[in-house]
């Protein structure tokens, strides 16, 4: 008898260990290796604000916090999203939109919505599948995955994850020319339709929660890992200093010299580095400010977004980025001169909570929600849209 009961409550400590480790994706092992999610089901989104909360429980600590993080008080990344809030959309009726159109394209691939992802680094962190499982999240979504040069699948996994589907390379210039000729190379051979060149990390920005955490990867970035230098246990500061940190406009016509495909410069934020980018050969150009990440105390991503789409007057498509989380944001940003917009955080943890099919749902609510500001404000399709002149909000009774 005392046998039995010690072989069952055995069995019932293996049980609820390994209830534990599915539930919540946490090492309960101090000093075990990183637990990434395993999580592969659609999720309920009433509001993707909320999945921020819901991803830091399952989310190991340090990779939660590389990926949540902002450059230092953060203010920057905070109004990438409240800056939306300066201007409002007019409701318009007796328009007769019932079924908005979402359908638009980019660099001549056609999407199913005018929102794709944007690059970033290592979705390991967040879930075993990695950029594998979101770039199948995302092709059943029916828009364009931008990968990362430090994604933690190689290159090849995510092509043949995306079945076809369109995906865009990011690409950080390295400093050794051959393996920067090499990896484009590689991209256009799997079939990767535009490379993005990155120029708004020529250092990595301040960010605090990654300081306090002592944060290195916990695993490879394979695609870097070999030619460079070895990335597992290296914090991104380290991963970054094998990148060139010079860069100029030269470097674009450089990257144009390597490639047939379109190169869209990403990271811009002032007119004039609008122009010269456009001047030095890009196929598009994306404004970002890589979601707050980088410079603290820069504006908000939207907040520039005007200025920099009149002075680019429609020369080159725009991509937009940085604080994307809502139908209205897509709107507003469309509204303010962008062709696209991008998401970056809510991709990872929507990916982590549900694997491929949370990156599903968090489509899913995007178009409706999309589709529901688009019938509220009279907008049958995306050049609908391009058309709508926002009201800045002002302070009603100095106003009247
Ligand atoms: C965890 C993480 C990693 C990122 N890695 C890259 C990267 O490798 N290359 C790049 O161009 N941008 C990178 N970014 C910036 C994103 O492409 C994008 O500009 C930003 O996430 C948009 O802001 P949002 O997260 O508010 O949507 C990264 C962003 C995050 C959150």
Known sequence: MKNFIIILCSILAVLLIVWLVVHFNRPIIPGAEYQASVRDEKIKIYDVDDLEKQAAVIIPVGGFGYIRGGAETEQTMERNESAFDMVDIYPRVLMGVA???????ILGTD??????????????????SAEAGTARGVAE?????????????????IA????????????????????????????????YRAIILTVDAPVGGNRTSDARNDFKFPLELPNVAKKSIKTKGQGINTIFSAA??????????????????????KGIQHPDDADVAIWAGADAIWVSN?????????????????????????????????????????????????????IGRPVIYALALGGSQGVV???????????????????????????????PRCDFYSSH
């Open 244 to 265: 060139q940190n010079e860069l100029t406009p030269y470097d674009v016509m450089r990257v144009k010299a390597m490639t047939k495909l379109p190169v869209i410069v």
């Open 141 to 157: 979504s029916g828009t364009i995955m931008s990968v990362s040069n430090y994604a933690s699948s190689t290159l090849a996994e």
């Open 160 to 191: 043949q994850a995306g079945q076809g589907a369109p995906q865009w390379f990011q690409l950080y210039l390295s400093k050794d020319d051959e393996f920067n000729k090499k990896i484009i190379k590689q991209a256009e051979k799997l079939g």
């Open 290 to 342: 890589h979601g707050g990440r980088q410079l603290d105390g820069a504006p908000s991503s939207f907040e520039v977004l005007p200025e920099i789409a009149k002075r680019v007057n429609k020369r080159v498509p725009i991509i937009f980025d940085s604080g994307i989380r809502r139908g209205q944001h897509v709107f507003k940003a469309i509204a303010s001169g962008a062709d696209v917009v991008a």
């Open 361 to 391: 749902s968090l489509f899913d609510y995007l178009k409706a929600d999309l589709a529901r500001v688009m019938i509220l404000a009279g907008a049958y399709n995306v050049e609908d849209i391009k058309q709508i002149k926002l009201r």
């Open 111 to 128: 999407i199913a919505l005018p929102v794709i992802v944007a690059p970033a680094a290592a979705h390991g962190l967040a879930h075993i």
């Open 99 to 105: 079924e908005p159109d979402l359908r638009t394209s």
